[in-house]
């Protein structure tokens, strides 16, 4: 079994920062590709972006391009998202998931191979 904890999350007025961290526990966790999702109020989840656990391969949605980075550090099991000028619509609950099956150099943007999910860490930006 593979625990994920995340925090970060707050009330930042729009063009500020946050930075979310999520760090993955378990006896049986070695190694997995890490995504980020958000479900905004009313919405579905959707994908935000991923990373290899190795080599930094990353996947973006083109909305968060240029303003939001994920990155990983392998030695803690932790993946973080620094998100930069954000938006009121960036507002939302934000997941933190674990592909523990995915080669370790490649990334996946559907949801439905992730197997294990944070609680969420909400993010409200206000203009």
């Known amino acids: 079994q593979v625990q994920l904890v995340e925090s970060g999350g707050g009330l930042v007025q729009a063009g500020g920062s946050l930075r979310l961290s999520c760090t993955a526990s378990g006896r049986t966790f070695r190694s997995a590709a890490m995504g980020w999702f958000r479900r905004a109020p009313g919405k579905e989840r959707e994908f935000v972006a991923a990373i290899s656990w190795k080599d930094d391969n990353t996947d973006y949605i083109h909305f968060v391009k240029g303003r939001f980075t994920i990155s990983i550090d392998n030695a803690k099991n932790t993946v973080y998202l620094q998100m930069n000028n954000l938006k009121p619509e960036d507002t939302a609950d934000y997941y933190c998931?674990?592909?523990?099956?995915?080669?370790?150099?490649?990334?996946?943007?559907?949801?439905?191979?992730?197997?294990?999910w944070g609680q969420g860490t909400q993010v409200t930006v206000s203009s």
């Open positions: 998931a674990a592909d523990v099956d995915q080669n370790i150099y490649t990334t996946t943007t559907a949801l439905w191979e992730y197997d294990y």
